[in-house]
């Protein structure tokens, strides 16, 4: 998976001003994305803080890794 331009402060950042009430327009335009990355990051992380999000984080990359250990072991069983 790609990793992100943006770091989780970054991101928590920009929400925050966009919460402020900046124009998405000129938010973007600023931090160089598009107004898709915008919405989806509000959709994912919106109302979070960076602690939150690390943890988000952290919980997703173990999951991940569970799986494939779920997939290996199944497949040992076939």
């Keep these: 998976m790609r990793k992100s331009r943006f770091t989780e402060e970054q991101i928590v950042g920009i929400l925050q001003e966009y919460a402020a ?3 998405v327009s000129e938010l973007c335009r600023k931090h160089g ?3 898709a990355t915008l919405y989806k ?3 994912k ?3 979070m ?3 939150e999000l690390r943890r988000l984080k952290d919980l997703e990359a173990e999951n991940a890794e569970l799986k494939r250990l779920l997939a ?3 497949l ?3």
Excluded: E
Aim: aromatic residues 10%; glycine residues 14%; negative net charge.
């Design 21 to 23: 009430g900046a124009k």
């Design 33 to 35: 994305m598009s107004d």
């Design 41 to 43: 990051w509000k959709a």
């Design 45 to 47: 992380y919106g109302g």
């Design 49 to 51: 803080t960076v602690s």
């Design 72 to 74: 290996d072991a199944m």
């Design 76 to 78: 040992d069983n076939a």
